[in-house]
């Protein structure tokens, strides 16, 4: 089993930065991809980056595009979501997502490809 374990969450101002950390603990090494999820009060989990290793192939919604950036230390087996730009609507649960396999370019926007997840780390952006 993996134990993903976020943290970085937090409270900002509208046009302010957060950058997320999810590490990855117990059978780590069979990680392949990695992504984040976010989901607010009232709607479905959706769709945020991905991140597969050791490609390093990237995926972004479109909502947040120019302004996170997902990246992975492997040496530290963490996952990192940077942040920027904020906005209101980017406020959200976020979850941090992980499979063994690697996942096709088009089913990694799906939650339900993904086996292992986090426990969620709160961000709250004001205007």
């Known amino acids: 089993q993996v134990q993903l374990t976020e943290s970085g969450g937090g409270y900002v101002l509208s046009g302010g930065s957060l950058r997320l950390s999810c590490a990855a603990s117990?059978?780590?090494?069979?990680?392949?991809?990695m992504g984040w999820f976010r989901q607010a009060p009232g709607k479905e989990r959706e769709f945020v980056a991905v991140?597969?290793?050791?490609?390093?192939?990237?995926t972004y919604a479109d909502s947040v595009k120019g302004r996170f950036t997902i990246s992975r230390d492997q040496s530290k087996n963490t996952l990192y979501l940077q942040m920027n730009s904020l906005k209101p609507e980017d406020t959200a649960d976020y979850f941090c997502a992980a499979h063994p396999n690697r996942i096709a370019l088009s089913g990694r926007r799906s939650p339900s490809a993904y086996r292992y997840w986090g426990q969620g780390t709160q961000v709250t952006v004001s205007s």
């Open positions: 117990g059978h780590s090494f069979s990680v392949n991809t």
């Open positions: 991140f597969s290793f050791p490609d390093r192939a990237t």
